[in-house]
């Protein structure tokens, strides 16, 4: 008997607060789900430079390496992709050096820090 009128209160209880809950409503939207680019992209604190290397000096090479970086929410450099290279290793160079980069992550709706990506150049005069 005691089982049946625990059983019922809790069938009671259920169901009050399934009547009397508010359904949260989901916010969808782009930004919601990160699709949105951010607000503010990651901005450098620290910029070490780049190497020139003494095959590149020795053949007068000169010009400017341009890098497509990726950094993580933390500020940490994820990957980089070369977009205008040189030779004689200062590509190689310029992404030991991009590597090392201190960033301030992207901002989106200027509180959260998300992914972003930028695009840095590495000159060699």
């Not at 620290?46 to 390496?65: E, M, N, Q, W």
């Amino acid at each position: 008997m005691g089982a049946v009128i625990v059983l019922a209160i809790f069938i009671i209880v259920v169901f009050l607060f399934l009547l009397l809950a508010k359904p949260r409503r989901v916010d969808l939207s782009d930004d919601y789900l990160g699709f949105e680019p951010p607000a503010q992209e990651p901005l450098i604190l620290y910029r070490p430079s780049a190497v020139y290397t003494k095959a590149a000096l020795r053949h007068g090479v000169k010009g400017v390496v341009q890098l497509h970086v990726y950094v993580d929410a933390d500020g940490g450099v994820s990957k980089i992709e070369p977009l205008k290279t040189l030779p004689d290793g200062l590509t190689d160079e310029a992404i030991k050096s991009a590597r090392r980069i201190q960033f301030y992550p992207a901002l989106a709706s200027r509180k959260f820090m998300v992914p972003g990506d930028t695009i840095v150049e590495y000159s060699f005069p």
